[in-house]
């Protein structure tokens, strides 16, 4: 699997918004581009995926470099229940292990 | 709808003794997996099946069995229980092991597990 890099720590104000980078500079032509988030003593939960154009739902939106080296989750007005860690994940819609490689991911402090 | 349920959401267990780690979902999905997280570490790949019937190995299969008889089950056994096995065990499901690449897997909420 193409490896991602996203800093350890991040710190956000509520309400105020978040952008959330990751750096895929190996990612292959099939990669699609996975976020999830782990709230504290819970399971990940999915958040959004893309694998070219930008993606808005409504959690979140993910920008995705025109190069496709890097990606960024924005978060529009974050609140405290979104203090998690975020994981940026590639999967290569070829690939045959059909797994999801979570690395440690971006651990997200939001300010009350 | 519950989703992905596991049981127990606690256990401790004796070195040695064996256990199974109980995971269901009712959203008919094809594929499933179980992870194990441990400390300062990402999310590793134990066993997973991509129907009942088929199962296959992840990253880290050592000392566990799975099997899969029913789409909507997905046990994991510890065969023996080991020091090295506490850790927080989480059960994923998605509709296939073809949309796990491109739409979202579900998770439980995980079960704390200590050998002592």
């Known amino acids: 699997d193409a490896k991602t890099t996203q800093p350890n720590s991040m710190e956000s104000n509520e309400e105020e918004p978040v952008h959330l980078p990751c750096n895929h500079s190996?990612?292959?032509?099939?990669?699609?581009i996975h976020w999830y988030r782990q709230l504290p003593s819970q399971g990940p939960e999915y958040v959004i995926h893309g694998l070219t154009s930008n993606v808005n739902n409504r959690m979140a939106s993910l920008a995705i470099a025109e190069d496709r080296k890097s990606s960024t989750l924005i978060l529009h007005r974050a609140t405290l229940r979104d203090a998690a860690v975020y994981y940026c994940?590639?999967?290569?819609?070829?690939?045959?292990?059909?797994?999801?490689?979570f690395g440690k991911g971006t651990l997200l402090t939001v300010n009350p | 709808n519950a989703g992905v349920t596991q049981t127990p959401k606690f256990q401790v267990l004796k070195t040695g003794q064996s256990m199974t780690l109980q995971c269901a979902q009712d959203?008919?999905?094809?594929?499933m997996s179980w992870y194990r997280q441990d400390p300062g570490m990402g999310l590793r790949l134990i066993h997973y099946?991509?129907?009942?019937?088929?199962?296959d190995q992840g990253e880290v299969p050592n000392g566990y069995n799975v099997s899969r008889s029913t789409t909507e089950d997905f046990p994991l056994r510890l065969l023996s229980a080991a020091p090295s096995q506490t850790s927080v065990y989480f059960c994923?499901?998605?509709?296939?092991?073809?949309?796990?690449?491109?739409?979202?897997?579900?998770f439980g909420q995980g079960t704390r597990l200590t050998v002592v």
């Open positions: 099946s991509v129907g009942a019937g088929i199962t």
């Open positions: 190996t990612i292959s032509g099939t990669d699609y």
């Open positions: 994940i590639l999967r290569d819609v070829g690939g045959s292990n059909y797994k999801l490689t």
């Open positions: 994923a499901s998605s509709y296939s092991h073809i949309s796990i690449l491109y739409t979202e897997a579900f």
């Open positions: 959203m008919n999905h094809e594929y």
